[in-house]
């Protein structure tokens, strides 16, 4: 069995950035890291990404989703289907925000069981790169989201017990 070809393709506005993270969610078979400033725009409510993320979750109870933002009230208050993922995937499923000494951190990122990856220069600078079938940078970018992640708390929850 041999392995297949690293592949990059350069990402040159956020249709494209949306269209490589649609890829990116379909290609997750187990771990699914996404870093955004505040997830508006790229598609985190459109339906397509909302069945993507709902079969995923479906396919094994072992499967995990870990968004990380600076800021939650796109997700919480404007997304809908994120919302209703997290409710019903509330055991796989995880929403964190950034501390505010992490805020200056400005390139999204996004890693898909170690091997693919989608990630943006800048959060202002719809450029990037979705890399397929590189394990090496996908390692180097699943380290950094979970350094974030390490030091982050949770944003949104599953539960409103309003106590």
């Known amino acids: 069995m041999s392995e297949a070809a690293l592949q990059h393709t350069q990402l040159d506005g956020i249709a494209d950035y949306t269209q490589a993270l649609d890829t990116l969610c379909g290609l997750a078979q187990h771990e699914l890291y996404i870093f955004e400033k505040n997830f508006d725009g790229i598609g985190f409510n459109s339906e397509v990404r909302y069945q993507v993320l709902r079969t995923f979750l479906l396919s094994n109870p072992a499967n995990r989703l870990y968004l990380l933002t600076h800021d939650t009230h796109y997700l919480a208050t404007s997304c809908a289907r994120m919302t209703m993922l997290l409710t019903q995937f509330s055991n796989s499923m995880f929403i964190h925000q950034t501390p505010l000494n992490l805020r200056q951190i400005s390139d999204p990122l996004a890693v898909a069981d170690d091997v693919n990856f ?35 708390h949770s944003g949104i929850s599953a539960s409103k017990l309003g106590l």
């Open 118 to 152: 989608v990630r943006r220069f800048h959060f202002d600078d719809p450029r990037g790169i979705l890399g397929r079938n590189d394990p090496s940078q996908a390692r180097l970018l699943k380290s950094r989201f979970l350094e974030m992640w390490s030091t982050s």
